[in-house]
């Protein structure tokens, strides 16, 4: 089952396209990262999929072929808006009865157990609470719904490392108890190591890149070599750095190719790091043309 | 999050993240496992931390910590009980000390031979990596058995 599934999505303010032919199928049991740079149309892909955003062009749907927004995908789906969105007034039991009476599935029992063992005083008002305790709050109320795709904007962008660290562990037993899946957008791209096993690149509006990431890393390549030596045509050269004695490559070797990197080049894998910046880079290049990039 | 450390059936092991190693993070959990097999700290019949635990404990994904567990019990190391979790199975190939001293006795001499040739240790350590890293990569590629690490053959599942 695919838990999003796009076709030519688009997504237009005006004139602008925030997000264009954009088509993908991720299956279920992953943690999606939608990567990009800000503005590439992370937020505009996580608002259509949980149906804040209707589409311009193209179809969007959610947990096998349900419409974005229909009653049945909110049902299933929990989002967690940038910035935490609470009322800073209320408190957390405040927070739970509300949100309790705004759905129609809400476990209070295990919100109000989350909020104790997280050390939340349930009756501090939610703007007198620490950033990452505030965090641990929207995530407990997206959980209690029991949501099967968790949907998260920029999740741990203004948290500090240990209560990022905290929140993602959080999330991550969420997906290891209860077998949801996660999607979530992130412009930093060393946190998603070890978090993320699919890949959404985003830049322009555009999907530059998309896979299971153990594919994705398996399939390129780090190549050193002398600037002379011939290139294997099943080679597609993502990033190419050299100098007149010496080339160092990031390469996507051909589905098709049996046989191994050639004598004279040292290959090394690549990480989801290197990889992600080299595809972001090939994108702002003029002389790459896009056809070639689009996968 | 509350984990009981007190816990009976708790794992006699726990793992640790070493992010700047560059080593992937489900190869390093393997590595821990075999690490502790080899110096004694796991035996026959101990439970593997679960994955829920190492979950919140490092943050990591939960398919990452099953893909480790996947490739120990592909081993003969560990065996899954449904419902239970993951238990040590067997143990690691021990190679005694007579054969330790004699690969010692046949690496001394090549040593020698690469001194002789005017390599510094750095080179020896660069030259030994390479071919090292050379061997492993043949020897995963020919072998079709062997784990989805189609990297070299680019035919990635």
């Known amino acids: 089952m695919n838990v999003v599934e796009t076709r030519d999505l688009t997504k237009r303010y005006g004139k602008v396209a925030?997000?264009?032919?954009?088509?993908?199928?991720?299956?279920?049991?992953?943690?999606?990262?939608?990567?990009?740079?800000?503005?590439?149309?992370?937020?505009?892909?996580?608002?259509?999929?949980?149906?804040?955003?209707?589409?311009t062009a193209g179809e969007v749907s959610v947990l096998g072929g349900v419409p974005a927004g229909s009653a049945a995908a909110l049902d299933a789906i929990a989002f967690v808006a940038q910035d935490m969105p609470l009322y800073r007034s209320l408190s957390a039991v405040d927070m739970i009865h509300l949100t309790r009476n705004l759905n129609r599935h809400f476990d209070t029992e295990y919100a109000r157990r989350r909020i104790d063992d997280l050390g939340i005083a349930p009756?501090?008002?939610?703007?007198?609470?620490?950033?990452?305790?505030?965090?641990?709050?929207?995530?407990?109320?997206?959980?209690?719904?029991?949501?099967?795709?968790?949907?998260?904007?920029?999740?741990?962008?203004?948290?500090?490392?240990?209560?990022?660290?905290?929140?993602?562990?959080?999330?991550?037993?969420?997906?290891?108890?209860?077998?949801?899946?996660?999607?979530?957008?992130?412009h930093v791209l060393a946190e998603l190591e070890r978090v993320a096993d699919y890949l959404v690149l985003i830049s322009h509006g555009q999907v530059r890149l998309d896979g299971v990431v153990e594919d994705l890393i398996g399939r390129h390549l780090l190549l050193t070599g002398p600037s002379l030596q011939a290139r294997d045509p099943d080679w597609r050269i993502i990033q190419d750095i050299s100098t007149s004695a010496q080339s160092h490559l990031l390469v996507e070797i051909a589905e098709s190719s049996t046989h191994g990197v050639a004598p004279g080049w040292e290959g090394r894998p690549v990480s989801l790091e290197q990889l992600a910046m080299a595809y972001l880079r090939e994108t702002t290049s003029p002389q790459t043309s896009l056809a070639g990039v689009a996968r | 999050m509350g984990i009981d450390k007190q816990g009976i059936d708790r794992s006699p092991?726990?793992?640790?993240?070493?992010?700047?190693?560059?080593?992937?993070?489900?190869?390093?959990?393997v590595h821990q496992v075999e690490h502790a097999l080899r110096l004694g700290y796991l035996k026959q019949g101990d439970q593997l931390p679960k994955v829920r635990e190492v979950v919140a404990d490092l943050?990591?994904?939960?398919?990452?910590?099953?893909?480790?567990?996947?490739?120990?019990?592909?081993?003969?190391?560990?065996?899954?009980?449904?419902?239970?979790?993951?238990?040590?199975e067997g143990a690691l190939d021990q190679i005694d000390l007579a054969g330790v001293a004699g690969l010692r006795k046949s690496l001394l001499g090549w040593l020698t031979q690469a001194e002789d040739s005017g390599l510094d240790s750095d080179g020896i350590v660069a030259l030994f990596s390479s071919t090292l890293r050379d061997f492993t990569e043949r020897r995963t590629t020919g072998d079709a058995g062997g784990k989805a690490r189609a990297r070299r053959a680019g035919g990635a599942a």
């Open chain 1, 18 to 55: 925030a997000l264009q032919d954009c088509s993908l199928a991720i299956p279920e049991g992953h943690l999606v990262a939608v990567v990009g740079p800000n503005g590439a149309g992370k937020s505009t892909l996580l608002n259509l999929v949980v149906g804040l955003a209707a589409p």
């Open chain 1, 123 to 186: 009756k501090r008002r939610a703007g007198k609470l620490s950033g990452g305790q505030r965090a641990q709050l929207a995530l407990t109320l997206a959980l209690a719904r029991h949501p099967r795709l968790l949907v998260l904007d920029e999740p741990t962008a203004a948290l500090d490392p240990l209560a990022r660290h905290d929140f993602m562990a959080a999330v991550m037993t969420a997906m290891a108890e209860d077998g949801i899946s996660v999607l979530l957008s992130s």
């Open chain 2, 13 to 29: 092991i726990v793992f640790t993240l070493d992010p700047a190693s560059g080593v992937p993070t489900y190869l390093q959990l």
């Open chain 2, 59 to 88: 943050a990591i994904n939960p398919n990452t910590v099953l893909k480790a567990y996947r490739d120990l019990e592909s081993k003969g190391l560990t065996a899954g009980r449904p419902g239970q979790g993951t238990f040590i």
